[in-house]
């Protein structure tokens, strides 16, 4: 592994699938305007949930992504619906407030799934788990504060996670290794 700057992140993430991630991409538009907000929406192939950061590095490390990858490869789970019902923001730096979606009892699978990826993680040696977890879904950046409101929901049906290998300032993501989970319970 390559010392310096990171300029690569590993990270656990689900993905909607491309018709509800052009459904998100028309209500952060929606939103963006509503509340006259200048920030520019995410591309739709890059709106995901976050489940777990596995790290930062100066360059691919192949054997965290091989240990992450085996670790991850003993969740078992079943598929389940995920919805979300509101959008608020978070605060951030001035200026650069993330907007979200965000949801109440339509995010439990999220939350479930994310301790089990967690514990296999930490089991793995591959870090603590995260001691606090929001599910969420970042659409855009703003410039303010917007507070949490209800939105139209909206939702899909998580069939597996993903291991991301995202390029630190590139705005790429790259999908290293899919989970499936079971059939619904």
Known sequence: MASGQPTDRLFFAVF?????ALRIAK???QLRGIHGLKGRPLAADRYHVSLHHVGDYAGLPEGV???ASRAASGVVMPRFAVAFDRAASFRGRPGNQPLVLRGDDGVIGLTMLQDAVGSALEMAGLGPRAPHYTPHLTLLYGDRFVADHPVEPVGWTVHD???VHSLLGRSRYLPLARFPLGAQA
């Open 27 to 29: 209500l952060a538009h």
């Open 16 to 20: 909607p699938d491309r018709v509800t």
């Open 65 to 67: 992504v091989s240990a």
């Open 161 to 163: 996670f993903v291991l």
